[in-house]
Structure formats: structure tokens, C-alpha cells
């Protein structure tokens, strides 16, 4: 049927790449002109095009002639030349669209004319990484391009100074990792001077890898942290407990029905893992051993809640977290493993105690449980660019997800040659011991005739597993995996070597092409830093422009010298591959997302090369052993397979493929969800830090103080006088001691109580808020006569107050969330109920946030330094918040009824003089 459709109605993506087509060929109408120009010329073209914005011309105006300038400049600079399909790619990703591009269509270079037409805007554009080399890597190599043409280019990476940070974002292309871009944004919403910011808005993004960023990160959000004040002992007992237990297993329910109750218990013995839903629970007996164990009486009271979150977390801990798979260890810490890349997460952290939990179970330091100061998903971060486009091999599979959640829409870009690539159905074994044996025998024979092998495995533990098993066999390979990162590079530019045997753990995002033979740009760059070359000096080697200091001419001879020396070496290789069938790529286990297996198959058959892929599965995997279907295991047990035995069908292939669109079905549910909490969240932090921005930029927050006052004075008459049409109905008392505590002078309603009798609750409020403003008058002016700038102290103490009230509201808002979910017993939508809490807890923090900032600004006081007796010293003056009032000695007699001279605003009987 869609066959039937797509012949009358046509490929939507066709007649859009046609559509696109129209405008590479005007592209294309300016190259013979640009060819001309000399290296000057063509860099003056920036300016031109700027000052042909600012006249009135569109972006979209001058594409083609701008793309075509970046274009010469790359050729140039770099001595390569953008395709026409890059030029497509390009024009997508400037409509702010996906961009999806097979393995070496050159995704890199593609970004570069899209980045160099938005940044002449002034606005700033950022190109996102999913890791810091890649930032460096692209930001050096195709910034040549952008700097030959006059514009900046800055590189964000993980340890950076605030100065450079804020040096890097004022430049017109910056390179970063989604992860240092989310982390700015918060930290710059954190800040109490604006000179401590670091970006300057949320213009264009261009993502690459953007399917890893965008979804596979996106259910863990970005959390700032600080450290809290529990102790770390209790996470060791509950380790210690939970080291005591035995793992049981919940009985299927057609057993269950069979079974006594206490043949069940015994089945589940003391705690049962879901690992499809990746939970664990203690059972009966489970809860009966841990009250035994911490001397309680009842586990599930409230008053051992605590105890019962440390047991949780660390049978989380034992049950569900791997060594080498979901975290590594390293110099003594606990570092995540990102399970799509398989990249370390430096600096990111498990939360609600899973963290801790894995530090104690692995015995090294137990850091104290954080707590949440700032928090934002990747989700709701890239929503804030004005525009947003991405790049990737890997797309179409998950187009419903960017189009639901980001806008985004996908065009499936063609490859600049056939692809040829022969994609083998999956051989499915008995066994993992069956098919580790197989995969070893496979790569074998592949290498005796030379062909290089790439294999992919899930995760670290299986990489070294399957290492060791060739090395017992004599075979030489390199392993790349979290452990080995920072060889990455060298490692994947050689894994098309005549004979070469990689291991990789996940391929998403390397940033390096496999070329078949190897790659002599990268040998070239090797040997120059064998012979003393610094990295900016090769870079600027292997330019092509003109006009260079003799010190880069001479090392751009050495450089091409060397590179010619080693294209011959792997040109003469390439065809060797390419003999034996180019780069075979073997799967040992099928991803929960076929789009990480579609990475991995996309390494080979880049640009018309030859190539094979094939994916080795045993019914102990896990996909298989929890989602798959019962009529494999069915199959295959009637066919009665030995272990080594493989059974191959396009029909198994079909089944397993079903299993990964379930999986990923379910996980864009929990985004989805993960999203729709963040929401509610992410609406309050617009206001919130909107207002922050407000204040950092330098507004008069006078109004601002003056209007929470009026409300706050609103507010408390309210509250205090009820439904009571008459003054004697009013709790003034309880008015005046919540009010003079605040913002109205001491006495005052006592002072007006006459008048009172004739006024209506809006006379009472305006009376109040007059003397309130009064009252700040008389601060203001009191601070001035020492040398305060009260516009200084509003901005100042704002800030703290709405900062300290903010993570609080982070922390309520979290509990909430913890325990919403149990309102759908009682038929309410959790979402629902989070929205209209979430909202009256933030009202809450809004009225919180107007009594501290208005308590702090009229309570201030002038406090003197003290006088040092042998050289009389001038008065220094600080204001002083919250902490203790010193009473005021002064050789002057005072007045019960006058000012009090500590500068409180109170009478001298109310205030130090009832210490005097």
C-alpha cells in the first residue's frame, strides 16, 4: 500500500530534495566568479554580506552566494570541496531541520556554511558535540575555515575559566558539548553580578549526533548540585545489609496459582529484580531480615523512611548496576558510562542516593548526597534557540519524537555515491559462550585474508571479554572503549587497515572517519608532532591559503611532504581492501535502539567503498531474553541447535527489529513523560530567571520593591481583617506584629488607630503602603549618608532571597514528584495533580521570596567598625542582614522617642534601648 500511495502522490522526501535542488544549482552559478578572486577578495565578501543585511536584505537573500564563498574558502584552506548532497545537508540545516547523512558523507564540513551564514548576523552560533575532543577537533579544523574568512571562532571545553568561557560565546561560531552549553546556562542563572555571565543568548544551534543528544540524553537532565549536610554512614549499614541478601525471582502467574504462599516466599527469597522495568524490591522475608538488621520494629513507618531509601538505593546498587558497564571506576571515583556512546560522563552523577550506593559497594569514598540547586532537561534547554537544527546518520527512525517534542522535521539527505555495502541477516546461537566462540572464528577467517574488521559490542565488559579470547588466539587488535577514550581517534582512522582488528564499544559520534587503507591526513598530523610541531602550527600547515609567516610555509612543506609519503602507502592499501571485500562489521549483540545498531553498520560502505556487516545474537542476550519474542525460543528449541549452531532467517531478523520498536516505543514514553514533568518546572524557571535577568542587566528595582510591598501590605490587611466590615472585627494587633516586622515603621497603625475608625480596608492598605514607602525613604536615605548605593543593595539582596527560595522550591517540587505517582490509585491524572500543586507551591515561593527581600531591605542596619585606639579612623559602614543586632552605646543622650542612632528606623525605646 505505501508503495501504491508513494507512485501517485510521490516521495515527500524527493520532491523536497528537488525543491532544495533549485537552490544548490544557484549555489553552484557563483563558483566560476569566486574561483577568481584572490584569498583578500574573497574574505571581503563577509563584509559585504554583513553590510547587506543591515541594509535590508534577508539570510535567506544571500545563501547562495554566501554557501558558494565557504565553499572556495574550504577548498582553499582545507584542499577539500564540499558535494553537492553537503550543500543540501547545508541548506537544511539553515531552515533549522535534521539533516540525517550516512557515516563519511562529511556531516562535519556540511555544518560549516549553515554556521558561517547565520554568524553574520552578530547573534553568535553554536555547533554542539557530544564530547570535548570533538569540540577541539572540529572547532580547530573547520575553524581554519571560518577565521580564513574573517570570522571568530571560540571552543567551549570542560575546564575552562569563566574569562575564557565568556571570551569563547562572544565569538561568531562557538564549539561545545551539549553538556558545557546546558551547564552555562545554569550557572549564568546563579550568578549575583552580571560581569560573572558567560553567554550572550540562545540564537542557532546545529547538533550534531543531534538523535544521541537530543534523545538518547534526554532522559537524564542537567543537575547543579551542592553538597548537603547528612552523613554518608548509613549508605556503608545499608551496603553492609544488602551484601547478607539472597536474589530471588517472582513466580510467573500461571505458578503462582499452583503455589502455597510459602513456596512463593521461598521463590523470592529475600528481594526480586524486574530487570524489563529495571526495578528491585525487597520481599517478605526481605523486610523482615532489615528490620532485624537496623533494630526496628516496622520498615514502612514514616519515621524509617530514610533507612528504607538507603536499602532501595543499594539494592539498586547490587541488582541492577554493572562494573564496566553502567560505570567504571577510575582513580578512585565511580564515573558514568553513557550506555548510547559508550563515552565516560565526567562530572555527572546518579541520583536519589544511587550514586553514593555504588560508591559504597565498590569501597571507595562515599561522597555526601547533593543537594539540587539548578536543574534543566536538554529537552527544555535546546527549545530556548530561536532556531534549531541537527545533524546525524541516524534520524528517520525517531522523526515522530523531534517533530512531537523539538518541531523538527527530517529530510533524509542521498549519499554522494551508491551505497554497496551488503548487510548479512542476524545468526542467532543458543548461547553467549556459542556466539563469542563463533564471533571469534568469523574475525579469523576474515583476517587471514586481510579484510579489517570492526566488531561492536554493548558495553566495556564485553570488549575486554572478547579481547581476551583473541588474544589467546594470537590475533593483535585495538580495544576502544571508556577505558581507552583518549586514543579514540588514532584508533578508528586505522580500523581500515589492510588486516586491522577493532573492538569498539559503541560507535555514535567518533567524529573520525574509518578510511579503507588508513588515513594519511591523521598519519601526516602524527608524524609532524613526532618532530616537535606544536597543533596550531600543523593546523595552519595543512591550510591552503595565501600570505602565511615562513615559519608555516616551512612547516606546510614538511607537512605535505610527509602527507604524499603516506598517500601512496595507503592508496596502494585502500585497493588491497577494497580486493578483499573493504570493511566488515560485526554486531555481538543486538542495542535496545536500532538506531545505535544503524551506527554501527554505517561505519562501513562510506563513499562507494565495498563493505559487509552482521549481527551475531544468542537467546541469553538480554533483548532477546526480555523482549523478545516466545516463538524464537520456540523455533529454535524445536530445531534442537547444538551451541555453535546458528539459525539464520530474514523472518528472525524481522522479530528482533519488532522487540527494539517496542523498546524505543516505551523509552519515548518515559522522555515524553520525563518531559511533561519538566514543564511544569520549566515555566516557573522562565519566570524566575527571567526576573533574575532583569535585575543582573542593571534594572531600578526601586518600582519592583515598592510594588511587592503594596502587595505584601495587601496581602497581611486581607488576611488579618477577614470578613469583619468593622475595625473591631480586624486583628490589628496581629497586623501590626507581622507588618512591623517587615516594612512599616514601628507604632504605625497604633499612631493612626483614630483615623482607622473612619477608613475602609483599601484605606487602611493605602495608609500602610504610604508609610511604607515613606518609611524605605528615610532607609535609603539613611544608607546614602554612608556611602551605600541602595540600587546596589535591592539588586543584591533580590537575588539571594529569590536564590535561596528557588532551591528550595527544587528540593519541595522533587518530593512532590516522588510520590504523585500513587495518585493515580485514586483516579487522578499524576500529571495533572503535579500541575495545579506545582503552581500553588510556587505562589508560596513568590510570597516567600516578597517577605525575605522586603524584611532584609527595611531591616538593614549600619553597623560601625570598631575604633582602633591608637589612631583615630574614619567610620566604615556595612549593611548587615539577618545576622544579630548589636546594641548602641553613643556619649549622647537619646531620647526614649527618638530615631535609634544603630539606624534600625525603630524608636531607641524599642529598639537597643530596651539593652540599654
Known sequence: ?????????????????????????????????????????????????????????????????????????????????????????????????????????????????????????????????????????????????????????GIITHDMTNEARRAAYACDITYGTNNEFGFDYLRDNMVIYKKDMVQRGHHFAIVDEVDSILIDEARTPLIISGQGE????????????????????????????????????????????????????????????????????????????????????????????????????????????????????????????????????????????????????????????????????????EEDEFRGIYNLDVVVVPTNMPMIREDMNDLVYKSIKGKFGAVVEEIIKRHEKGQPVLVGTVSVEKSEILSNMLRLRGIAHEVLNAKHHEKEAEIVAQAGHYGAV???????????????????????????????????????????????????????????????????????QHDRVVAVGGLHIIGTERHESRRIDNQLRGRSGRQGDPGSSQFFLSLQDDLLRLFGSERITGMIDKLGLEEDQPIEAKMLTGQIESAQKRIEGRNYEIRKNVLQYDDVMNQQREVIYGQRRQVLMGENMRETIMKMAGQLISDAVDMHTGNGDAYVDWDLTGLADYLEKICVRPGAIETHMEQIKNFDKQALKDMLTEDAQAFYQEREQLLSEHGIDMREVERVILLSSVDRRWMDHIDAMDQLRDGIGLRAYGQKDPVVEYK??????????????????????????????????????????????????????????VGRNDPCPCGSGKKYKHCCGKEA
Open 502 to 572: 577493532t573492538i569498539a564499544t559503541n560507535m555514535a559520534g567518533r567524529g573520525t572517519d574509518i578510511l579503507l587503507g588508513g588515513n594519511p591526513e591523521f598519519l601526516a598530523r602524527r608524524a609532524m608532532r613526532q618532530k616537535g610541531y606544536e597543533d596550531e602550527l600543523i593546523e595552519d600547515a595543512m591550510g591552503h591559503n595565501e600570505n602565511v609567516p615562513e615559519e608555516v610555509l616551512a612547516a606546510r612543506t614538511e607537512y605535505r611532504a610527509l602527507y604524499e609519503q603516506f598517500k601512496k602507502e595507503t592508496d596502494a
Open 230 to 397: 547528612k552523613s554518608t554512614d548509613l549508605y556503608g549499614r545499608a551496603d553492609r545489609f544488602v551484601c547478607t541478601l539472597q536474589a530471588g525471582k517472582e513466580p510467573e502467574k500461571e505458578q503462582l496459582e499452583l503455589m502455597s504462599d510459602e513456596e512463593a516466599a521461598k521463590m523470592r527469597r529475600d528481594y526480586v529484580t524486574d530487570e524489563k522495568q529495571k526495578t528491585c524490591n525487597l520481599s517478605e522475608e526481605g523486610v523482615r531480615k532489615a528490620e532485624k538488621f537496623f533494630d526496628i520494629e516496622n520498615l514502612s513507618d514514616a519515621e524509617n523512611n530514610e533507612i528504607l531509601h538507603h536499602i532501595n538505593a543499594a539494592l539498586r546498587a547490587h541488582a541492577l548496576m554493572k562494573l564496566d558497564v553502567d560505570y567504571v571506576v577510575q582513580n578512585g571515583q565511580v564515573v558514568i558510562v553513557d550506555e548510547f556512546t559508550g563515552r565516560l560522563m565526567v562530572g555527572r552523577r546518579y541520583s536519589d542516593g544511587l550514586h553514593q550506593a555504588i560508591e559504597a559497594k565498590e569501597g571507595v569514598k562515599v561522597e555526601r548526597e547533593s543537594k539540587t540547586l539548578a536543574t534543566i532537561t536538554f529537552q527544555n534547554y535546546f527549545r530556548m534557540y530561536k532556531k534549531l537544527s541537527g545533524m546525524t546518520g541516524t534520524a528517520k527512525t
Open 1 to 153: 500500500m505505501a508503495g501504491f500511495l508513494k507512485k501517485i502522490f510521490g516521495d515527500g522526501n524527493s520532491s523536497e530534495l528537488k525543491r532544495l535542488g533549485k537552490i544548490v544549482d544557484e549555489i553552484d552559478s557563483f563558483e566560476e566568479a569566486h574561483k577568481k578572486l584572490t584569498d583578500d577578495q574573497l574574505r571581503e565578501k563577509t563584509q559585504e554580506f554583513k553590510d547587506r543585511l543591515q541594509k535590508g536584505a534577508s539570510i535567506d537573500d544571500i545563501l547562495p552566494e554566501a554557501f558558494s564563498v565557504v565553499r572556495e574558502a574550504t577548498d582553499r584552506v582545507t584542499g577539500k570541496r564540499q558535494f553537492r548532497v553537503q550543500m543540501l545537508g547545508g541548506i537544511v540545516l539553515h531552515q533549522g531541520r535534521i539533516a540525517e547523512m550516512k557515516t563519511g558523507e562529511g556531516k562535519t564540513l556540511t555544518s560549516t556554511m549553515p554556521a558561517y551564514l547565520n554568524a553574520l548576523t552578530g547573534e553568535g552560533v553554536h555547533i554542539v558535540t557530544v564530547n570535548d575532543y570533538l569540540a577541539r577537533f572540529q572547532g580547530e579544523d573547520m575553524g581554519r575555515i571560518h577565521r580564513f574568512l574573517g570570522l571568530t571562532v
Open 836 to 893: 495545579f500543586e506545582g503552581y500553588e507551591m510556587f505562589d508560596e515561593m513568590v510570597r516567600l521570596i516578597r517577605e525575605d527581600t522586603l524584611r532584609r531591605l527595611y531591616q538593614a542596619r549600619v553597623e560601625r567598625a570598631p575604633e582602633r585606639r591608637q589612631v583615630a579612623q574614619p567610620v566604615e559602614a556595612k549593611v548587615a542582614g539577618d545576622g544579630p543586632r548589636q546594641p548602641q552605646k553613643s556619649d549622647k543622650k
